[in-house]
């Protein structure tokens, strides 16, 4: 049935930092889903391989597109729901070409923006307070929360509530307070981190959308107006948040 349904989100989404989906077919068996090649892997499997964290700056060329990927399918009231770095794929393995497109639509639906959404699924190191009260009624703020977790992870190496099993993230994910203590998080920008912690806000109805952050957070804005950081990002960095 969730495959069923993927089929018809990709059917419907089509944006500069999505698979591109070409064909969609079906035999008795199975479904088939021709799509584009994202040549360079997982974020994930970078961020492993490399043996160290990715800069502010790198973090942010890849934040700022995961944003445009979900405001768009915001936009057209459609949630995520498995937001993580395995299913963020660079478009090119070399290392400078920060470019991503966003794939995984087998936890992603259409939602009514009165009734909220009431299946409970996700991975739980990236799963929003709301979904682990099992709460009915939740809607797409539940990928702002991954949002943060995922900026986190690119910086740190580690997701904010991990932990050994997966009541103890539970329990992280409903109380544990974000902690930025160690040598990486020396270097990173108080805008990031409240941009994190914007993004962690444990009530849903106060956690800002994608487009707001998008629109009015001063990490944003920080790249975007100040002179010195949009030098910081080269010229061939920047061209990875074209279209
Ligand atoms: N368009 C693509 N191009 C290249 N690799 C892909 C593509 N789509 C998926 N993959 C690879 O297959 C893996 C699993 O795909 P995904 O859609 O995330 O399915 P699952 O539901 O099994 O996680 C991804 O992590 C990625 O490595
Ligand atoms: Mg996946």
């Known amino acids: 049935m969730l ?41 994930m499997n970078r961020l492993k391989n490399q043996g160290y964290p990715f800069s502010e700056h790198q973090s942010f060329i890849i934040i700022k597109q995961v944003m445009q990927a979900l405001q768009y399918l915001h936009s057209k009231n459609i949630a995520h729901r498995d937001l993580k770095l395995e299913n963020l794929l660079f478009v090119s393995p070399e290392t400078k070409n920060l470019k991503i497109k966003l ?9 009514s923006r009165e009734m909220g959404m ?23 703020k539940v990928d702002v929360w991954a949002l943060g977790c995922i900026t986190y992870l ?8 991990q932990s050994h099993t997966i009541s103890k993230i539970h329990r992280n994910t409903l109380a544990k307070s974000v902690s930025f203590h160690g040598a990486y998080w020396n270097m990173v920008s108080n805008e990031c981190k409240d941009f994190i912690l914007k993004c962690l806000e444990r009530d849903h109805t106060k956690r800002q959308t994608v487009q707001s952050l998008l629109e009015t ?9 100040n002179p010195e950081l949009k030098k910081i990002i080269s010229a061939p960095e920047a061209a990875n948040l074209e279209k």
């Open 103 to 111: 794939i995984d639509y087998g936890f992603a639906t259409k939602f």
């Open 3 to 43: 495959l069923k349904n993927e089929l018809e989100i990709l059917r419907e989404i089509r944006h500069p930092k999505i698979m591109k989906v070409y064909d969609l077919m079906e035999d008795k068996e199975n479904y088939y889903v021709i799509s584009e090649l994202i040549n360079g892997g997982p974020v």
């Open 118 to 140: 009431t299946l409970i699924l996700g991975s739980p190191l990236y799963m929003a307070p709301e979904l682990v009260k099992r709460m009915s009624g939740y809607d797409d």
């Open 217 to 225: 957070h001063p990490w944003v804005k920080m790249y975007e107006t």
């Open 154 to 161: 690119l910086m740190s190496g580690q997701t904010p509530f």
